[in-house]
């Protein structure tokens, strides 16, 4: 139990004794909520909780927090002070930061990791973009607050699965292979005809170039259907590829890869529209088969067949959907570009009407990136005269770089991304200032091991000798850890991860600057180097979960 679950505790029990010795009465008393006070001087913690209770109570809260201070009896604890209308203000003796960073240093690699998600089921699914071209970096964005997201949750003792929905069925497949096929012409000064809604990218003229160096004019000679046939699954597998190529790159990997053909050649689609008419929630209207949806917050209800026949993209995302709940997961989390913020409402209609609740499908909307280089927005590729591709970002700033700075700010915010900062090897770039806090750890002692000087056992390493406040500051955050994994978790707030490394990173560059450890007294020199030991895990740990390397050398 870390020392806030300690405090809540207590601060419970007190709660409770003086509703039994009568200072006030109330059935229910609030949640606890521990913040950190801006100031020091302000305690180590402090809590709201008399002024919340006292509204139930109907009672001064001055006179809770009295009576809940004066209750309070852990040995751990120096004081308390009732400040302002009610807040209590905490403060804890020494020794428990000593206790803490001894728990620390004994976890090493698993500091961090909890069992707070008790095992629930969850899968996140991310990308999923058509395969009929390269990733921009919207898709990276998506990508590498995906990929965190799940690595999060693993940390906090969810289980978890990730998976991409590849949308290898419909018109954009089409289209694609009718691009193809245009282009194949062409190259051969053959005339075909472009579709209306065909790509246009430069990758559409290179495959149609692959097939011709790997085949010649040997599919001139079919017809034009089985043309469109081989095309479409020659181009299908090259896109699928490159995009799986793409999100390697980008320390991006998935559990499952789930084909949407398979859901037609299931006939997944039909029996999911028949439970939903069992269910009363499709009716038909002028031939066509129509969903419900305003029953749960849509504005209008929604085709889910044609009058032809043909299913909707709607139609295909609820079997999709009801194939993921049918494998057993609690909860699904899906992660969506921002053009698709209207279309939560009609897919958790969709779940309520098969029978779930709606609430097991949580949607996180991530906002648009801007690439800015000297200054200026950048909406070009260079290379294509097209959006930049995720490949190119990597290219120019590194998986690194481009992770970090798609993930430092709420996926729900519009992120302004500078390639320039991105690139520089300063303190001003983020990533760079993490990273080597980490380098300069694993500097210091192999420097100290040269000289003969190793950390030992860290039970007769005296702690309580790390006393100055940079110290004492550093040994805090590390505190934090944990419960910031959870807290981030729960919240599926990948940025409080970046946020948090990053202000640990800056308390160790201060320390380091302030408190030597070559040189000084071999008992704090010890101490030293196990404080930083803890610094050093706990940097690697967060950057593993932003899907960051963390260099032995800068």
């Not at 570009?337 to 209609?349: L, N, T």
Request: aromatic share 10%; hydrophobic share 40%.
């Amino acid at each position: 139990m870390d020392i806030k679950e300690l405090l809540e505790t207590a601060i419970y029990k007190a709660a409770h004794q003086a509703i039994t010795d009568g200072v006030f009465s109330t059935d229910e008393l609030p949640q606890i909520v521990l913040e950190v006070p801006p100031k020091k001087e302000f305690g180590d913690f402090a809590t709201n909780f008399a002024m919340q209770a006292a509204k139930a109570a109907k009672t001064n809260p001055k006179i809770i927090a009295q009576a809940i201070a004066e209750r309070l009896q852990e040995t751990w604890l120096d004081k308390t002070v009732i400040a302002g209308p009610g807040f209590i203000n905490f403060y804890l003796k020494s020794d428990w930061l000593y206790t803490m960073l001894s728990d620390i240093l004994a976890q090493g690699e698993n500091y961090g990791n909890s069992h707070v998600g008790a095992g629930e089921r969850v899968q996140i699914e991310f990308v999923s973009a058509n395969p009929t071209g390269p990733l921009h970096v919207g898709h990276g964005r998506g990508a590498a607050v995906g990929s965190t997201l799940v690595n999060l949750l693993k940390a906090a003792g969810y289980n978890v699965a990730s998976e991409f929905y590849i949308n290898d069925a419909g018109n954009q497949i089409d289209n694609l292979a009718a691009s193809v096929n245009a282009r194949y012409l062409e190259l051969l000064g053959q005339r075909g005809e472009f579709p209306a809604d065909g790509y246009h990218g430069q990758d559409i003229v290179a495959t149609a170039q692959g097939i011709i160096d790997e085949n010649g004019d040997k599919y001139l000679g079919v017809t034009a259907e089985e043309r469109l046939s081989q095309f479409k699954s020659i181009a299908l597998n090259e896109k699928l590829a490159a995009l799986k190529s793409d999100l390697a790159a980008f320390n991006v990997q998935f559990d499952v890869w789930f084909s949407e053909c398979t859901l037609h050649q299931s006939n997944a689609l039909g029996e999911t529209c028949q439970v939903l008419q069992n269910n009363g929630f499709i009716y038909e209207k002028d031939g066509a088969l129509w969903l419900k949806s305003t029953s749960y917050g849509d504005d209008k209800d929604r085709v889910v067949i044609r009058d032809n026949g043909i299913p909707t993209y709607l139609a295909a995302d609820i079997a999709y959907h009801r194939n993921k709940l049918e494998r057993g997961f609690n909860k699904l989390i899906n992660i969506w570009g921002a053009d698709h913020h209207g279309y939560i409402c009609r897919v958790k209609a969709a779940i309520a009407s098969l029978g779930y609740r709606p609430e097991q499908l949580e949607v996180l909307i991530v906002q648009m990136v801007s690439l800015y280089r000297n200054g200026q927005l950048v909406k070009m590729s260079k290379r294509t005269g097209q959006s930049v591709t995720l490949s190119e970002l990597i290219e120019e700033v590194g998986t690194d770089a481009a992770r970090f700075f798609f993930i430092m700010r709420s996926l729900d915010s519009q992120l302004d991304f500078d390639l320039d900062l991105a690139k520089s090897r300063s303190s001003e770039n983020p990533v760079y200032y993490i990273q080597y806090a980490h380098a300069r750890i694993t500097s210091i002692f192999r420097q100290l091991a040269e000289a003969g000087i190793t950390l030992g056992d860290i039970d007769n390493t005296k702690l309580s000798l790390l006393t100055s406040e940079y110290e004492i500051d550093l040994i805090k955050k590390l505190g934090e850890y944990q419960e910031e994994i959870a807290d981030a978790a729960r919240e599926r707030a990948a940025h409080r991860i970046a946020r948090y490394v990053h202000d640990l990173a800056g308390l160790f560059h201060t320390f380091y600057n302030q408190c030597r450890i070559n040189g000084v007294d071999e008992d704090l020199q010890l101490a030293r180097m196990a404080l930083i030991k803890a610094v050093q895990t706990t940097i690697r740990h967060a950057l593993g979960i932003l899907g960051i390397s963390a260099p032995e050398k800068m």
